[in-house]
């Protein structure tokens, strides 16, 4: 398939609209976002559109939130991480170009049953490069969960949505953004958090790709579902390897100082183990 990035088309002073592309089938909805897959007529790439409507982000407050996730999404590129190329408006809604994804979400992929393990280390190891690229940027995700990983072509992860994102490391203050299951102990207690929230969810999704459901979740109980991430309760089913289960372990602290590093991560024997059988 043609990608915008292997057509010599893609700079960001290109000014586009709508009548620029084909649009086809849709294919998948957020909060605000719909995303539809297109081409560009002039050179034939696929993308996709994700197309916003503006009174809806006015009414939700959160016109800000797609501001900065323009700004920090267009300035990254990295395999592991959705391309943004650029973006249009007009009066009703906003549009973003982005890299098509032809895979589903991991979100989708463990609807039917738990991935295996030697896939999800592979997973991890590109997100774990993925996360490396965007904290040297100075950029923190806060949205890391199945739904928000894209799998492009060959298999490969795409990190997507920066709907939460922000970049510098200034430490923040928010009650609440993101999905209840991979919310931190530090954003329940109302505390300052910085990029080690992505950690923590990076945790929370190796620990949901390998067992099919999140290790807090408690669907009937909200209040049940805190207690347990702030007393860091959980446990795995017997099938799980130790490498796996210490992979986790290490990942899920209270204390965000006491999480690892990308970098200690990187080298954890589960991860490696699984690059020397490549
Ligand atoms: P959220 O509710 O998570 O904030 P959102 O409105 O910001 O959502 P996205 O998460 O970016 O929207 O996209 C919604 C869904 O559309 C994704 O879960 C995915 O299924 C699909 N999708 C988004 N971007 C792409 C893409 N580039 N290629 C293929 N599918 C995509
Ligand atoms: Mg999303």
Redesign the pocket.
């Known amino acids: 398939m043609k990608h915008l990035h292997n057509v010599d088309i893609c700079n960001s002073s290109r000014q586009w609209c709508l009548d620029d592309f084909k649009v086809g089938i849709h294919?998948?909805?957020?909060?605000?976002?719909?995303?539809y897959?297109a081409q560009e007529k002039k050179t034939g790439a696929v993308?996709?559109l994700?197309i916003?409507n503006k009174q809806e982000l006015q009414k939700a407050k959160v016109v800000r939130f797609l501001k900065r996730?323009i700004e920090i999404q267009s300035r990254l590129s990295h395999p592991n991480v959705?391309r943004m190329y650029g973006y249009f408006d007009d009066k009703d809604s906003v549009c973003m170009v982005?890299?098509?994804?032809?895979?589903?979400?991991l979100?989708?992929l463990i609807q039917t049953s738990p991935i295996p393990e030697n896939t999800v280390t592979k997973y991890m190891t590109q997100i774990v490069s993925a996360l490396r690229y965007i904290h040297g940027l100075k950029v923190i995700h806060r949205?890391i969960?199945p739904?928000?990983v894209?799998i492009?072509e060959g298999n490969v992860l795409?990190m997507?949505?920066f709907?939460?994102a922000v970049h510098d490391r200034r430490p923040r203050r928010r009650t609440f953004c993101g999905t209840l299951d991979y919310l931190p102990p530090e954003m329940i207690e109302d505390k300052y958090h910085d990029e080690k929230v992505d950690i923590w969810a990076l945790g929370i999704m190796c620990y949901e790709l390998l067992v099919g459901i999140p290790p807090f979740g408690d669907v009937e109980n909200y209040v049940e579902t805190y207690h347990r991430i702030i007393q860091i309760k959980f446990s795995f089913p017997n099938h799980i390897s130790m490498n796996a289960q210490q992979f986790v372990k290490r990942i899920l602290r209270h204390d965000p100082r006491q999480r690892p590093t990308l970098e200690v991560l990187e080298n954890h024997p589960w991860l490696q183990q699984s690059r020397e059988q490549q």
Request: hydrophobic letters at 30%; aromatic letters at 8%.
């Open positions: 294919i998948g909805s957020g909060r605000f976002g719909t995303v897959r993308v996709a994700k916003v996730e959705l982005l890299e098509h994804a032809p895979g589903r979400t979100y989708d949205d969960k739904e928000n894209l492009g795409k997507a949505d709907g939460w």
